[in-house]
């Protein structure tokens, strides 16, 4: 059996996703702290955002590494 969730769960996780990147942009990104520490919170929050809105849209599992290292090798 398929357990992906449906529309709306996916919907409200993009627009969950989205408000918390922006508070973290707002307190953590681009621009703030000193000198170019803004700038690396940024880029960090930005690829880890990423990587959740793709596992959002696609329905990838990144932390399952029984695709990888499948169990029947021994």
Same mark, same amino acid.
């Given at each position: 059996? +398929? ?20 508070? #973290?942009? +707002? ?7 000193? $000198? ?8 960090? #929050? #930005? ?7 793709? $596992?959002?849209?696609?329905?990838? +599992? ?9 169990? $029947?090798?021994?």
């Amino acid at each position: 059996m +398929d357990d992906r969730p449906g529309c709306l769960v996916g919907i409200l996780k993009l627009f969950a996703l989205g408000w918390l990147f922006d508070w #973290l942009q +707002d307190n953590f990104g681009f621009g703030k702290g000193c $000198s170019c520490s803004g700038i690396g919170c940024g880029i960090i #929050l #930005l690829l880890i955002f990423l990587a959740l809105v793709c $596992s959002t849209i696609f329905g990838t +599992d990144w932390f399952s590494l029984t695709q990888l290292f499948p169990l $029947s090798l021994v």
